[in-house]
């Protein structure tokens, strides 16, 4: 298995309050990617890293805020959570864009209440 | 509409069936992801493809690129396999990233 280490892998916390996700690789991937997933919804990208210090959004990130500044950690951040953020988030990473599979952490299941 | 569209939505199975999952899409793709989630959450990748067919073990996958279509075969089902099996298409223009089908829930029982 990659190894992606998720943390916390839960957490209940209350509506206004900030949350950081981490998410840890020792595989020296280049690409790092969030992720929620909902039901009734595909999972979708929330924001993604090609690099130390570069994130781009995704469909959505309205909420959120990324950070990288090791190749090996990618912290997403909730500045302020909502009950619509309650959801569980997986991390995911990849060597390579095209046709390279991504690999996913183990999901972070997170409510806020 | 769902650009990644999957069914059935929900499959039981008797152990030792042969199941199909069926995934369409509407957009131009690279290649296609098949990944399982278990019950604990965990994803795996499965198989990647852009052409053709692929086999491990007892699964297959197989795409049409024309029809815009993929299939997912489980032969001789067992319980192990019950899980949420996942499609997933890459969008091409050397590009990584991913639109997620809704899965299908795959339950098989002895």
């Known amino acids: 298995d990659a190894g992606i280490t998720q943390s916390p892998r839960h957490k209940v916390t209350e509506t206004g309050t900030p949350v950081t996700l981490r998410c840890h690789q020792t595989e020296n991937h280049r690409y790092m990617y969030w992720y929620r997933q909902d039901p009734g919804h595909g999972l979708r990208l929330i924001h993604y890293?090609?690099?130390?210090?570069?994130?781009d959004k995704g469909e959505v990130s309205d909420g959120y805020s990324v950070s990288r500044s090791k190749t090996e950690d990618f912290l997403l951040t909730l500045e302020s959570a909502t009950s619509s953020q309650t959801s569980v988030y997986f991390c995911?990473?990849?060597?390579?864009?095209?046709?390279?599979?991504?690999?996913f952490g183990d999901g972070t299941r997170l409510s806020i209440l | 509409k769902n650009e990644v569209e999957q069914s059935p939505q929900n499959l039981t199975a008797q152990e030792g069936e042969f199941i199909t999952i069926n995934c369409s899409y509407s957009v131009g793709i690279s290649a296609l992801h098949w990944l399982q989630q278990h019950p604990g959450g965990g994803i795996v990748s499965l198989f990647m493809?852009?052409?053709g067919k692929k086999k491990h073990g007892r699964l297959i996958a197989t795409i049409n690129i024309q029809e815009k279509h993929s299939s997912l075969h489980i032969t001789a089902s067992h319980p192990r396999d019950s899980a949420v099996y996942i499609c997933?298409?890459?969008?091409?223009?050397?590009?990584?990233?991913?639109?997620f089908g809704t899965g299908t829930r795959l339950q098989v029982f002895p």
């Open positions: 890293s090609y690099g130390v210090k570069d994130t």
């Open positions: 995911a990473i990849s060597d390579s864009v095209g046709n390279q599979p991504q690999h």
């Open positions: 997933a298409v890459i969008l091409p223009f050397n590009t990584d990233k991913l639109i």
């Open positions: 493809l852009s052409s």
